[in-house]
Each structure stands twice: as C-alpha cells, then as structure tokens.
C-alpha cells in the first residue's frame, strides 16, 4: 500500500483503540515499526492530535474526528451497488478489496448516509460464478498485474480440448461469464478464453513484456476492427 492509504489505514486503527503500540500498529499494517514511527510524525505534523511516544504507545484525542465524506443517496447506492458488484462476480481478494473500501466509506460518510450504505434494496446474485472459476480468475488476474504467462487446458466450444500457454492481456465480465483476452503462444495471435472452460491451470514463472503488437491496445484495436 502507498504511504496516503496506509496513513489513512493508521488513522483508522488509532480511532479503533484506546491506546496502542507502534508493535501493533507494525503487524496489522504489516511494515516495520521505524515506519510506524515515521507515519505517526507526518500525522502529528499534519495536525492529527496523535498523544503519546515511541517505546511506550499512542493515543487519538476522542474529539478528533475526519471530515465526513458527503454523497448524495444516488452517489452512495452507486458505490454500494459497484462493491456488491465485485463480491459477487470476482475472485477472493477482489471481494475482500471491496469491502474495505466500503468500510473506509463507511467510517468517514455522514450519519444521513449510513442507511443508504447498508441499504439491501440492490442485490447482486452470485451463485452463477463458482468458487472454482473465482479461484482461476483470481490467478489470471495476478498474471495481467504481474506479467506472467498462465499456462492451462482449455475445452474448445466444440468440445476440443487443448494445452495453452498464454500471456493474459485482459479480464472482461460479461454478465454471465468472465472472459479473458491473451497472446496465445501456440497460435502466434490473440485468443480470447473463457474461464469457466479451463481446467487445470498454473500461473508460471515465465514473465513477459510488453512488445509491439501483443499488447492489451493491441487486442483492443483487433477486436473494434473485427466489429466494423
């Protein structure tokens, strides 16, 4: 996490407690305790009224508080509707990335706001995406952010099956099914896979780097001019 989320993250731990330690701050934000120390000086600097020192505890004033985030009702459902959006269609660490934002939200939005956000008016289904294809996706996503190839048997629509090596390029939702798009090292072009057809799968150690005409733009283009 970069230094404004994790100052915000401390913040939040400190309003949680009566008193805690910089050990303690350091597990659950898992860095080290100098940078604790540090964080807290650049709150302190800041204005935070953070009481207390190194070795021994810090304390947040109680009537310290952040200015409330301010959402009209539609702002807030669309953002409710987006997290419950994500847990229901995406991997495991995707679902637990949109919760907490909603409770960052959460803790910062204005009492009038709170209904809004734990409103169930709006429900997103999702016994149609499976723990297995949430699993596969969750590693094809690490391959797009990491730049490793993925390498899986894939079952054709005709029933053909297929061992492939693949660069993944690209996730995309489509309502019922995820797909993903990819440089195919087999073919030599881009393939576009569908995760709930792919069996066994491994995210290898095989990086890859972006090269002129196997890029995510690149795909993007073939698939326009395919449609014009």
């Not at 991997?91 to 919760?99: G, L, V, Y």
């Not at 780097?209 to 283009?221: A, C, I, N, S, V």
């Amino acid at each position: 996490m970069n230094k404004a989320e994790r100052l915000f993250q401390l913040v939040m731990s400190l309003r949680r407690t009566r008193s805690t330690t910089a050990h303690q701050l350091a597990r659950e934000l898992n860095v080290s305790e100098r940078t604790i120390y540090r964080d807290v000086q650049s709150l302190i600097l800041s204005g935070v009224p953070i009481e207390g020192e190194a070795g021994v505890g810090y304390v947040l004033r109680r009537d310290f508080d952040l200015p409330p985030l301010m959402f009209s009702n539609e702002e807030a459902e669309a953002l409710l509707l987006g997290v419950r959006m994500v847990q229901a269609w995406g991997d495991p660490q995707m679902n637990r990335a949109a919760q907490g934002v909603l409770d960052k939200v959460r803790a910062v939005s204005a009492p009038s706001l709170l209904e809004s956000l734990d409103s169930k008016t709006m429900m997103v289904p999702d016994f149609h995406v499976s723990p297995d294809v949430r699993q596969k996706l969750g590693q094809v996503r690490e391959g797009i952010i990491q730049r490793r190839k993925v390498q899986f048997q894939y079952t054709r629509a005709d029933g053909q099956e297929a061992r492939r090596l693949v660069r993944p390029l690209g996730l995309f939702f489509w309502g019922t099914t995820w797909s993903f798009g990819a440089w195919c090292e087999l073919r030599n072009a881009f393939r576009n896979f569908r995760v709930d057809r792919m069996g066994v799968m491994e995210l290898t150690d095989i990086s890859f780097h972006q090269e002129p005409g196997k890029t995510l733009d690149d795909y993007l283009r073939g698939v326009q001019t395919e449609e014009c």
